[in-house]
């Protein structure tokens, strides 16, 4: 408690988004959340859990750290998937935790092994392949030492998936990658299988693959960005709206809902006359005579500081706009022409007020920054609350 400003998580919302992509996936295939970068800024508990509540039953993290918050939220027998980095001791410990990570090379599928046999227990692997992002992933040239290492150690290493990365399937730009990617992993799957190894879950798919190549679901999808009710870019909102299999009444309303909202207040308010600079330096000066609110908020929040003299704020139900450059703990916000703004009152920086609306989306364009940025950098220290 006693905190400047508080992030809320609506219920409601997650459960549309969650009803729309299961509309979406069909009973085929799997849904697993992203639960990166602190639940894109949800908080990870807090989100784990709400989501738990909904029926969720798959999460995947990058790191061991992310991996034991969510296994200490976690009240239900749910997945818990480390896609990233893991250190021996955190290898150990995700062994020991029946938590499943992903082998992405010939060096770490044998730390894999004998790690496992150390501890003398199985570990829950997924295949990552190398189709063409050039990040991690099993190259073809070390794909029948890691084939033959995985038929040989069943016992030790169980094989619940195969998956890629696709390299930017929310751009058309990147079509012809994309599509060759997707075309070695079918290749890559069949030298599983030559190879008598069943792949388990197949999943490739990001948001964006989701609705830019419904082709890509296969069997599961690793859902960050678009569960918590945000697209990865206008491109991909524009191609599922025109798209007439996935939106087939070709409605323009848009499918999600933003599930967070963050609050804060006015700390104070004062009035500045013409021809003054307001708050460091000299980037904002007067014209004439304003009333500014200050809002306790700031770029160690995870306020873009790039927002200086553009972002804005909702007070009383009025977009207002950020003035001078954004502080580590504060901004100024120009209120003039608002009548009776008082310290205490609420101040919106995303979500709802009244009727007006800033979204992650509208905030980053101008930060001429991602959601996914912005979302990632929302500070740890802001309290999450659940609303219905
Ligand atoms: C971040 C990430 C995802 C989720 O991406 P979104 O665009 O947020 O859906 C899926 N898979 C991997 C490997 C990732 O790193």
Known sequence: MFSTSHIELSRDALKHNLSFLKRMLGKETRLAIVLKANAYGHGIEPFLKLAEGLGVRHFTTFSAREAQAALNARSKDSVIQIMGDLQDDAMAWAIQKGIAFHVFS?????????????????????????????RVGVPF???????????????????????THLAGAESIVNHVRVTSQLEEFHRLCNCL???????????????SGIF??????????????????????????????MDKTLNPKQSSYDPLRRVMS????????KSVEAGEFIGYGSSFLTTHKRRIAIIPVGYSEGFPRSLSNSGRVLIAGRRCQVVGTVNMNMISVDVSGITGVKAGDEAVLIGKQKRKSISVASFSEMANDLNYEVLARLSEEIPRVVVE
């Open 212 to 241: 830019t190549y419904p082709e890509s679901r296969l069997d599961m999808v690793r859902a960050g960005i678009i569960s918590y009710g945000f697209w990865p870019t206008p491109e991909v909102r524009m191609r599922y709206l």
């Open 106 to 134: 010939l060096s770490r599928i044998e730390r894999t092994l004998k790690i496992a046999r150390d501890c003398a227990r199985p570990a829950h692997i997924h295949l990552e392949l190398e189709t063409g992002m050039n």
């Open 193 to 207: 299988a030559e190879a008598g190894i069943a792949p388990g879950l197949r999943h490739v798919s990001s948001s």
């Open 262 to 269: 963050w609050k804060s207040h006015v700390m104070a308010v």
């Open 141 to 163: 040239k070390d794909l029948a030492d890691v084939l033959a290492i995985i038929r040989r150690e069943r016992e030790l290493l169980r094989l619940e998936g195969t998956c």
